[in-house]
Structures are given as structure tokens and as C-alpha cells.
């Protein structure tokens, strides 16, 4: 039974790293964004080998007790950051203007840091046997409200990268900056755009997809040409 956790465990490690090497060798991820994804794989590893030094000390004697409340520190207090990590990963201006939501995260470090001695999320007596703590639902507590919170700021992130004011200055500012270049190059050439929202919920026509772009493109145009 413990070889198949090892090898569980090393199949999850060697994912990530290979996860790893192709964030960095090409543009997935911005380098804002690459940051965050490496922290966030080097707690998911951390973690692993928790839980598996866990296993490890639950097969042993008294004489693993103290690898046994190391592990446990590790994986209850890194747990719950996960979801953080990955709500930074998405937007890391969520975090840096609602400092509360770390609020949760942090509570449970402290308790858990706490548990070897107060026995407050887990504690592991001289005998090396687990036993979950009296506030337990600490952590439990931390990691649901981070999950919420990853989950609301992943559907209000995607909302606002539908938003058509917003996409329509992101391509404006493109067009813009596309001009500019354009005066120092003469060998550019012209661009003319426009863009088509499919909000979901019905099958999608490509053809009116089509139509709405094409005609905020002679839109666009009409406008360039009254500048």
C-alpha cells in the first residue's frame, strides 16, 4: 500500500515539474503571472511530501512522532494557500486591495503552528498516534472559504474580460500603438477589426457572429475616416 502512495505521489511531482518547464519555455503565462504558478507548484510539492511523510509516520514507532507533527504543520498550514496562489495567478490585484481575504489563511497558520503543543488542529501524542484537534474546523473553515473566493473572483474575472467597453479599448489601444509604428515603418500595413461577443447560453451562429463583426469593422472605419 505505501508504494502505491509513493509512486501516486512522484507521478504528481513529475507533472508538475514537466508543467513546470513548459511554462517557461514559451508564452502561457505572462512573466506577472509565471511568478506566482512556481510559488504555487513549490507549496503543491511541499505539501506532497507531506502527506506522504504523514504515511511515512504512521507506519513507524514513537521514534517518527516528530517527523509525523512536522509533516502535519506543513500540509495544514500550506493547504489552504493553494487557492490563493491561483487567485493571484488569475488577478494578483484581488489580494493586494481585499487584504482580508488572507485572513482565513493566516488564523490557520497560527493555529496549526500551534497544534504541536495545544493541540488545536491535529495533535500527535508521545505514542506517535494522530488525533484531529478540538478546532479542527479551522482549517476545514479556511480552505471552503478560499475555495469560494477563488471561484467568485475566476467567474467576476471572466465576466469582465467579456466586457465590451473594456475589449473594445483593449483593441482601440492595439490599433493605436499599430498606427504609431506604422508612421516609423511605411512597409506596415493597414489593419482594419472588429469583434463579435458570444454571451452563451444559445447555439452559436457564425454567420451573425460574423456579420456583427464585419460591421463594427466598416464602424471602425467610418470613424477613422471622419478623424
Excluded at 514559451?26 to 506566482?36: E, S, V
Excluded at 451573425?208 to 464602424?219: F, I, Q
Aim: hydrophobic fraction near 45%.
Amino acid at each position: 500500500m505505501l508504494g502505491n502512495y509513493i509512486a501516486t505521489y512522484l507521478i504528481d511531482i513529475s507533472a508538475l515539474i514537466f508543467l513546470c518547464y513548459l511554462i517557461y519555455s514559451n508564452n502561457i503565462l505572462d512573466q506577472n503571472r509565471k511568478g506566482p504558478f512556481y510559488f504555487g507548484t513549490v507549496l503543491t510539492v511541499l505539501i506532497i511530501l507531506s502527506e506522504a511523510g504523514t504515511i511515512l509516520a504512521e507506519n513507524g514507532n514513537a521514534d517518527m512522532r516528530l517527523l509525523s507533527i512536522i509533516c502535519n504543520v506543513f500540509g495544514f498550514a500550506l493547504t489552504p494557500v493553494i487557492p490563493i496562489i491561483l487567485i493571484v495567478i488569475f488577478d494578483a490585484n484581488i489580494p493586494k486591495t481585499n487584504k482580508l481575504l488572507l485572513l482565513p489563511s493566516i488564523l490557520n497558520m497560527f493555529a496549526t503552528v500551534l497544534s504541536p503543543w495545544l493541540g488545536f488542529v491535529f495533535y500527535v501524542d508521545a505514542n506517535n498516534h494522530y488525533e484531529r484537534g478540538n478546532l479542527f474546523f479551522i482549517f476545514v473553515a479556511a480552505y471552503i472559504i478560499n475555495v469560494v473566493i477563488l471561484l467568485t473572483s475566476t467567474v467576476m474575472k471572466g465576466k469582465m474580460d467579456r466586457d465590451p467597453v473594456k475589449l473594445e479599448h483593449q483593441l482601440k489601444s492595439i490599433a493605436d500603438n499599430l498606427e504609431k509604428e506604422r508612421k516609423n515603418d511605411g512597409y506596415l500595413p493597414t489593419i482594419a477589426y472588429g469583434y463579435s461577443i458570444f454571451k452563451g447560453g444559445n447555439k452559436i451562429d457564425f454567420q451573425e457572429v460574423l456579420k456583427e463583426a464585419d460591421n463594427r469593422m466598416y464602424y471602425f472605419k467610418k470613424i477613422q475616416k471622419d478623424i
